[in-house]
């Protein structure tokens, strides 16, 4: 059964701490993305990579980084958290081609707490 | 960039109802998706269309292309069909790939 696995389904952070949020998927998908969901706004687009090593800003990129060192792992990095990370992540992935909206899958989303 | 707009963004029902959730956008686009998600997080594909109509069990799905609306449409609604339902379409001003989404219709179907 192919999917996306966030590494974590809750978590509680303190101000200031590092927070690393992974993401993995086992489609050989080209392009990974983060997005962060808030009620009353949806989900919104973070950080974004079409290949290995690349990656775009979304909308929302203040207050975060990305790594993508292989093609199946995607990081999304909290540098210092603040309180108004505190959020729903979910990771996604999907084929490359940009005609086709096929193959769009999402992991189970991880809820972010920052105290 | 694409504008996506769901409506109603809240919606009670009670068990056996028919139930419409609509989705306009602002640009034309190849074929939209419907999703599911249900508390705890994860979110699933129900459709992908590009014209026409689209059934799976009590679950049907339409698009005008035309008028740039598509409409959710649950038939015999049950509680396991509380959820929130987003719509989404390709942002071709962005990466390939990428997907713009409405804010969701949390539906809640009462017993």
């Known amino acids: 059964d192919v999917k996306v696995t966030q590494s974590s389904r809750y978590l509680v952070k303190r101000t200031g701490e590092k927070v690393f949020l992974e993401c993995v998927q086992d489609m050989d998908h080209e392009n990974m993305f983060w997005y962060r969901q808030d009620p009353g706004l949806g989900l919104r687009l973070i950080y974004f990579?079409?290949?290995?090593?690349?990656?775009e800003k979304g909308d929302i990129p203040e207050g975060y980084s990305v790594s993508r060192e292989k093609k199946e792992r995607f990081s999304l990095i909290l540098e210092s958290a603040s309180t108004n990370q505190t959020s729903m992540y979910l990771c996604a992935s999907s084929l490359r081609d940009r005609a086709t909206i096929g193959g769009y899958t999402f992991g189970s989303g991880t809820r972010l707490t920052v105290v | 960039k694409n504008e996506v707009e769901q409506s109603p963004q809240n919606l009670t029902a009670q068990e056996g109802e028919f139930i419409t959730i609509n989705c306009s956008y602002s640009?034309?686009?190849?074929?939209l998706h419907w999703l599911q998600q249900h508390p705890g997080g994860g979110i699933v594909s129900l459709f992908m269309l590009s014209s026409g109509k689209k059934k799976h069990g009590r679950l049907i799905a339409t698009i005008n292309i035309q008028e740039k609306h598509s409409s959710l449409h649950i038939t015999a609604s049950h509680p396991r069909d509380s959820a929130v339902y987003i719509c989404a379409v390709p942002n071709y001003g962005g990466s390939q790939g990428n997907l713009i989404f409405g804010k969701g219709t949390k539906l809640s179907v009462k017993p």
């Open positions: 990579s079409y290949d290995v090593k690349m990656k």
């Open positions: 640009v034309g686009i190849s074929a």
